[in-house]
């Protein structure tokens, strides 16, 4: 089997390298260079680094602004705010990624992701690697029949209004992924949370939170060809109801702690929560006042026998995808097990490809309406099939902690 594996850009283009012995692959996406299991960057397993948080806020001027504490902690980690924004946020030496829990900082640039900037995050890996899928240490069904992913009707608000594309920066490049707008249960009616992989915010074990995350929720939203996209059309038509940059986000610690862009580690932990702020103002409202919808979460969805269907919905950007038009799989779930001792995941057959990591996974809840049950993790590059966690009370953890961190906000 031909599994993905992801790529990253740095413009120009570089060489991949080769992973030694990887088994399964995180489905993120990257511009050009792929990642192999050693290239994730410089950051060392037991990188130290001191505490930081990040807020900030969109004043009437839609200036963004850095509050006080927050500057006091990047300067704790020897980071001044106008050199970060001025681009030292390139700087990835190992004592700059900053690895834990609580070190995420994520403060807001401006114009970074313009529609250029955002497309170039598109091109699809170089060199994917060989393998297979063995030595089933739980219960894994068979191999599900592949299922040709269907396009989005446009506009995608219309039809997916939930559904966005993530941008991030890593240590060889800009990055994309796919996310949802989902409901928080201290703002009812007024969610900032979005909904994707772990491996969309952080590299795992050998390095630590991605930067400049932001979420454009319905991009390109009229499915503009690629060709069109290249013709400068008005920002509106890429990113209509804005651009939201992650001003915290949290992901579990066993994907912290094993997770790897190739062999699967990590894979049944696989999630994060973000909470997010518009870059310009939006006239106060909140991200799912702004696109009108968001789903609920469940955290105790059923066994695979009693789901019939799910939905995965993403940007894929390899081949034969280029991540400018949003895809769905509709499939009755299996079960994948990579280790007996971490819970087994949900598997359906799709042919999306990575770019469509952190997509939500869609089925009926138990109040009989949609709820967002999994995300896209892992999947073979020859797009048969694609995995993700099944979402218990680790998942449940990420997602309150966000959700009270900004309770009282």
Not at 35 to 45: H, I, K, Q
Not at 193 to 211: I, N, Q
Request: charged share 25%; hydrophobic share 35%.
């Amino acid at each position: 089997m031909r599994l993905i594996r992801p790529g990253t850009t740095a413009r120009g283009g570089r060489s991949a390298r080769r992973a030694s012995s990887p088994v399964l692959v995180t489905a993120a996406f990257t511009a050009v260079l792929a990642l192999t299991a050693t290239a994730c960057g410089p950051a060392e397993d037991d990188a130290k680094s001191e505490p930081a948080s990040s807020t900030a806020g969109a004043t009437s001027d839609h200036k963004i602004t850095v509050p006080d504490d927050l500057k006091d902690r990047l300067k704790e980690h020897g980071i001044d705010i106008d050199k970060w924004k001025n681009g030292d946020w390139k700087n990835w030496d190992k004592d700059k990624w900053l690895r834990e829990a609580k070190d995420y900082i994520n403060p807001v640039i401006a114009g970074l992701w313009d529609p250029d900037r955002m497309q170039d995050a598109d091109k699809p890996p170089e060199k994917p690697v060989d393998n297979d899928i063995s030595g089933d240490e739980g219960v894994t069904d068979p191999t599900p029949v592949p299922v040709r992913a269907v396009g989005v009707r446009t506009q995608y608000h219309d039809s997916a209004p939930e559904s966005g594309k993530l941008f991030f920066d890593g240590p060889e490049g800009s990055m994309v992924c796919s996310a949802t707008v989902v409901k928080d249960p201290a703002h009812p009616g007024k969610s900032n949370m979005v909904w994707t992989a772990g491996h969309c915010v952080h590299a795992g074990k050998k390095g630590g939170w991605y930067r400049n995350i932001a979420f454009v929720p319905s991009y390109n939203n009229g499915g503009l060809s690629t060709a069109e996209l290249r013709s400068n059309p008005p920002k509106e038509k890429v990113a209509p109801y804005g651009i939201w940059w992650g001003t915290w986000a949290q992901t579990s610690q066993q994907w912290i702690d094993q997770g790897a862009s190739v062999g699967g580690l990590g894979a049944p932990y696989d999630f994060a929560v973000l909470h997010v702020t518009p870059e310009e103002s939006a006239g106060g409202k909140s991200l799912e006042e702004t696109v009108g919808s968001a789903l609920p979460v469940e955290f105790n969805a059923p066994a695979v026998p009693e789901i019939t269907a799910m939905t995965a919905t993403g940007f894929p950007a390899a081949a034969p995808y280029d991540g400018q038009k949003m895809f769905q799989c509709e499939d009755k779930p299996g079960r994948l097990s990579l280790a007996q001792d971490d819970p087994t995941m949900y598997r359906i057959g799709c042919s999306m490809t990575g770019g469509s990591s952190g997509g939500g996974w869609v089925a009926t809840g138990q109040d009989g309406k949609p709820a967002l049950v999994s995300n896209t993790s892992i999947g073979p590059v020859t797009a048969g099939w694609l995995a993700g966690p099944r979402l218990g009370k680790e998942a449940k953890g990420v997602y309150d902690s966000v959700s009270d961190k900004y309770a009282d906000k």
